[in-house]
């Protein structure tokens, strides 16, 4: 059992280059996150998905898009890469239940830097 | 906005010692709460999970609490090991699970 598998593994990208990074579930989970981890800080959620189709900002969304398609993918879009998006990226998925007693599993990160 | 104290920031301990982690957040409206370990370089693997209705959960040598009311969390470590060494991140979740807002974490080393 795959889980949370993130793609790629580490990049780097120039000021002003665009690109993706892929997250992929195959636990059939409704719910799917982007958090990012910066140094000497918590991990901040970036934007989330309740389901194909329905997608949210988070708290710190600008810079970055999402789409969800498909239950199984979220990917996550840097239109115009700047330095300050250097980070490491995590992807998280859940399933669904308001009740809150589904763990939410993490992919093993995208570490990206902007030079 | 919740903000959410992990204290304390490192910890080094003995093997064998018993540790508690503490972990408080400002906002006691929560769905859950749960903990995390990250190895170096690692992703997030998920410990335990609370309901915000229970007050504790328990895995083998682990065990946290909850007191939702005074936006509290601890999380107990019996018999410590080295291959406890890693960072301990507490995270209530909040709106669902899909919304995790997360403390900086506690550095632990378990010296053989």
């Known amino acids: 059992n795959a889980g949370v598998t993130q793609t790629p593994k580490f990049q780097v990208l120039k000021t002003g280059q665009s690109m993706t990074l892929q997250c992929a579930q195959d636990?059939?989970?409704?719910?799917m996150s982007w958090y990012r981890q910066d140094p000497g800080m918590g991990l901040r959620l970036i934007h989330y998905?309740?389901?194909?189709?329905?997608?949210d900002q988070g708290e710190v969304p600008n810079g970055y898009n999402v789409s969800r398609s498909t239950t199984e993918d979220f990917p996550l879009r840097l239109l115009s890469a700047a330095p300050s998006q250097t980070s490491v990226y995590f992807c998280?998925?859940?399933?669904?239940?308001?009740?809150?007693?589904?763990?939410?599993?993490f992919g093993d990160g995208t570490r990206l830097s902007i030079l | 906005k919740q903000e959410v104290t992990q204290i304390p920031a490192a910890l080094s301990v003995p093997e064998g010692e018993n540790l508690v982690l503490n972990c408080s957040f400002t906002?006691?409206?929560?769905?859950?709460l749960q903990w995390f370990r990250q190895d170096p370089g690692k992703g997030l693997t998920s410990l335990l999970l609370?309901?915000?209705?229970?007050r504790e959960q328990t895995s083998g040598r682990l065990n946290a609490s909850l007191d939702k009311s005074s936006g509290r969390s601890t999380l107990y470590i019996a018999a410590s090991q080295p291959g406890d060494s890693a960072t301990y991140l507490c995270a209530p979740g909040q709106g669902g699970s899909e919304k995790l807002v997360f403390g900086k974490g506690t550095k632990l080393t378990v010296n053989p």
């Open positions: 906002d006691s409206a929560i769905y859950n």
């Open positions: 636990m059939n989970h409704e719910y």
């Open positions: 998905s309740v389901g194909a189709g329905i997608t």
């Open positions: 609370i309901q915000s209705s229970q």
């Open positions: 998280a998925s859940s399933n669904s239940d308001r009740g809150g007693n589904q763990p939410q599993h």
